[in-house]
Every structure is written in structure tokens, then in C-alpha cells.
């Protein structure tokens, strides 16, 4: 079942413009030294440490591995953040993640290179149209993707990543609970097959995700047939459907490192590449096709929100203290619950997040 929504694409379309035109254009070299020596002393000076996403630009990924940060997926990240012992949280990444540190860490302070860099599906669910889809549907546990903003948190029962997802719908579907599901259509389609579960699906998408194409991607297979195709589970189901492995951006990384292939059909943002280029140096990467860039780049794999985070914005943020995120109460504290509940979850099952699907190809022998 899904909820139609279509405010969505307009919003994500006009949106994106706005993104690529803010990334920053690349550095030469000597610049990017310069920077990243500024960037180290500073995080050393404001003893802060900078968590960064696998989609963010290498040499962010790069300077959090060399200071002491993290290169992670959300999950992880949400999970980094709220532990480390330091005050001041340089996340590199888009606004939900932010949010996240600030909503599960109140007293840190939490910055951000680019507070511009958001996301299509956060987008694409506004917080009073949510609120309504959840009033109508009174009788769902409400179970809402890390990608949302505090106010969608605030009212939901659960909040998952593409980690632990299926691991914490199926338990709500052995316990007899009808959910009710946001925002992206496509992850939330394949928890239902996996699951079983009865689920209500908001109409939401990732803009770099669904433009993976299907067809595309059956011609790239015959001509690489001794690669795997590795699919993040926000991708169309004709993309799915070939895949070999099924999983969140560390499974996916964690299958490059340890499966017995020469080769890896990739469908997820490339900036995942970069990690996976350093932790599986012998293997041959090929990214997913997609319809290929345009004059605005809708579908070059890369997402322009995550483009916009730069070592510049990483300076920027530590020596003039701006990009920090703020969360008001009582939506804080409304939106706590449904974090803590995943991160209780998956510190109770802690196999629940280390299994990625491994998926038969339709049509294989
Ligand atoms: S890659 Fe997709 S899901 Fe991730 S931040 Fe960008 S738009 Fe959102």
C-alpha cells in the first residue's frame, strides 16, 4: 500500500540547482594541503572531532581517519558522536545527521561545513503532512528512516537505518504490528518483501538512488559477468533484482573486503568508492549506470548535498563557529525516543546489523 505524495519531486528538482551550484569547485593541490593542515589544527585546538559519511568527499573522509574521527555510515555515526568524550561534533554530511548528533548529544556543540546540505527525502516529508498521515492511521507503529528531520522524528515510534531496518521490522511484525513507513519508497518496499510486514509507504525518494537503471544495468552484467552486483536497498526494484547483495553503505563495503570477486557492479552514491578503493585495493570497481549527467547533474550517482561538505566549510565552521545546529525542545526530546529506541535495539541484537541481504539474482542458475 502507499500513500501518494508528490510534492516531492518538485521540491526535490528545484532543490538540487541550488545544491550543485554551492559545491565547491575542486582544489589544486597545494590548496588542498594548505587547508587540511588549517582543518587538523584546528579541530586540535577547539578539541573537536569531525564524523564524516562514506558519500562525503575523500579528503573529508581522509582528515577524519587522520584525527581521531569516523568515516561511518548514520548509524555509526549517530553512535560515535554520542559517545566520544568531545564537546564540539564536526559532522560531515547532510542536515538530518547533524540533527541526529544534536538531538542525542543536547550539551555538545554540533557543527556543520554547509547547513544547506539536506536531503530528497527529508525534503520530501514535510513534518505537518506527516502529522496527518500518522493521525489518519492511528492504529500503525510508526517506523521513520534516519533520513527525516527532528520534527518527522518526533513522531515516530521507531527511527531505523538501511542497517538495521529489516531487523527491527521484522520484530515488529512477529510482535502483530501494522506499520506505517517514511520516507523512501523503495527501501521501504524491500523491508515489506524481505518482512512480510503490513506496511503503509510514503511516497519519498533518494534523487541519486533512483535514477539506477534496471535495463542499464542487465546490459552492464553481460558485459562484466564475473562481477557482483553490490545494490544499496534505496534503489528501484528492477535494480534489487539483479543484485548479489542487498545492504546499508557498510554492508556494501564489507562485501567488497570480503567476497571472492575479481570485480563489483556498484549501485549506491560513488563516494563510497573512495573507502572502498582503500580497503580492497586489488578489486575492480564499476558504478551502476544511471541515465548520466545533465546540465544540472540529476543523475550522476553523486548527491549534490553531500558534494557541498569541503574541507573549506570544515575550516570555516571551527574559526567563525558557524553551520550549528540547533534542535529546540520539546521536539528534542519528542524525537530522542525513537533514536534511542533503534540504538537499544541494536546494542541488544548486535547481529541484526552485520548480515546484509544476500539475494539470489532472478534468472541466475
Ligand atoms: S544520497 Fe540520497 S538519501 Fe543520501 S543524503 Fe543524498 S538525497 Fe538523501
Redesign the pocket.
Known sequence: MLFDYTKQDAQ?ASCTAHAWAKVPAPLSPPQRDALKARAKALLAERQAVLVA?Y?VDGDLQDLALETGGLVADSLEMARFGRDHAAQTLVVA??R?MGESAKILSPHKRVLMPDLD??????LGCPPEDFAAFCDAHPDRTVVVYA?TSAAVKARADWMVTSSCALAIVGHLAAEGRKILWAP?RHLGRYIQEQTGADMLLWNGA????DEFKGLELDLLRAEHPGAKVLVHP?SPQSVVAQADVVGSTTQLLDAVRTLDAPAFIVAT?NGLMHRMRQLAPGKVLIEAPTAGSSATCKSCAH????AMNALQGVVDCLEQGRGEIQVDEPVRSQALGCIERMLDFVKAHPAAVKTPGLVPRLGAA
Open positions: 526535490g559519511h558519500y554530511g547532510v538530518f546540505a539536506t536531503c530528497s527525502l527529508d533520513n523512501d533518494c534523487i541519486v538512488h534505496e552514491d548527491c549534490p548535498w553531500m
